[in-house]
Every structure is written in C-alpha cells, then in structure tokens.
C-alpha cells in the first residue's frame, strides 16, 4: 500500500516542481556588438639627391648627399641601401656610409637600419659627412683616359633604397630574412 501511495506522491511533487520551475525568469546579458575593421598596413619611401653630376679634381672632396626617407605612418621596418661602385670606382675615390648603417650579413654592397614607425618622414643620410673623395694619386692623365669616346668609363656610384617590414608572423624578421623578401 505505501508503493501505491509513493508513486502518486513522486508523480505530483514532478508536476509542481515543472510548473514552478517554467514560471521562473532566468536572468540573462547581452553585449554590444564589436566590430573589427582591418585596413591595410603600408612602408613608403623616397630616395632623393640635390645633384648627380659631379667634376673630379685630384684630392678634392665633392659634397654628394643621397638620402634615404621612410614617410610618416610607415610600419616598423628596415630600409636598406644598396649601394653599386663601377668597375674602376674604387681605383679613382673613396666613399664611406653614414653613422648608423650596417652590413647586411652575407652582403658586401647592401646595408640597413632598423625604423621604427612614426608620424613625421625619417630621413638618413647614406654617405658620411655627405661627400665623397677623389684619391690624390689621381692624375689628368687617368681622368682624360676615363672620358675618351667611345669608351666612356667615368666611375660611377649608384644608390637603390628598399623596404621591407619588421615583422613577421612569429616575431622580427633578421636584416637577412627582410634582405632576402627584397630579393
């Protein structure tokens, strides 16, 4: 007789227990919506002189003044200055880089420095003290050799400027790891 009773009893304790529990409010929150808006990240530069065209005078010192500008709101990154001597550069002057620069490892013409991003233009000077020099061993003789037609070998000094993020996915990329994007 107690089953008899039990049962019932579970059954309507379950029913009211239902019926209590969906009368219930729960409570609840909502956020506001956050919506992301990627735009696209940018390294700009210029590369700039005053003069290409230069006379060569046995000891003298000539003002040359290649500079190398990472605009504002660039990415961090690494500019890089290639710098291409002519064949017979070396026998006629002398140029030094600029405080600052260093060799690319693994490189012997391509140098960099480390930006960090900012909201003015950046400029580097590449060549020390801006000028180059002519050896004093220089001779009119070697010079009148170098501008005979037609074999045109006046020594000639080239700048090429690149950029190339700072960032990778994991981290920095190395002077050698950005070189080798450019590449």
């Not at 005078?57 to 990415?75: C, H, L, W």
């Not at 500019?79 to 001597?85: A, D, G, I, N, R």
């Amino acid at each position: 007789m107690k089953k008899k009773i039990f049962i019932p009893v579970i059954a309507l304790a379950l029913v009211i227990c239902c019926a209590i529990g969906g009368t219930l409010a729960w409570l609840t929150a909502t956020t506001v919506p956050v919506k992301n808006t990627f735009t696209a990240g940018n390294v700009n530069i210029t590369l700039a002189e005053t003069t290409t065209d230069y006379k060569m005078v046995p000891g003298g010192t000539i003002s040359k003044d290649p500079v190398a500008t990472v605009k504002a709101n660039s990415e961090d990154c690494y500019l890089f200055v290639k710098v291409e001597k002519s064949s017979n550069f070396d026998e006629f002057m002398t140029a030094v880089m600029a405080e600052g620069w260093k060799l690319v490892p693994d490189q012997t013409n391509v140098y960099y420095c480390k930006v960090t991003s900012s909201t003015s233009d950046q400029a580097f000077a590449v060549l020390k003290d801006n000028q180059v020099t002519v050896k004093d061993s220089v001779t009119k003789d070697d010079l009148d050799k170098i501008t005979e037609a037609p074999n045109d070998t006046r020594p000639t000094l080239t700048f090429t400027a690149y950029a190339v993020q700072l960032q990778n996915g994991d981290g920095e990329f190395t002077p050698a790891e950005a070189w080798a994007k450019v590449a």
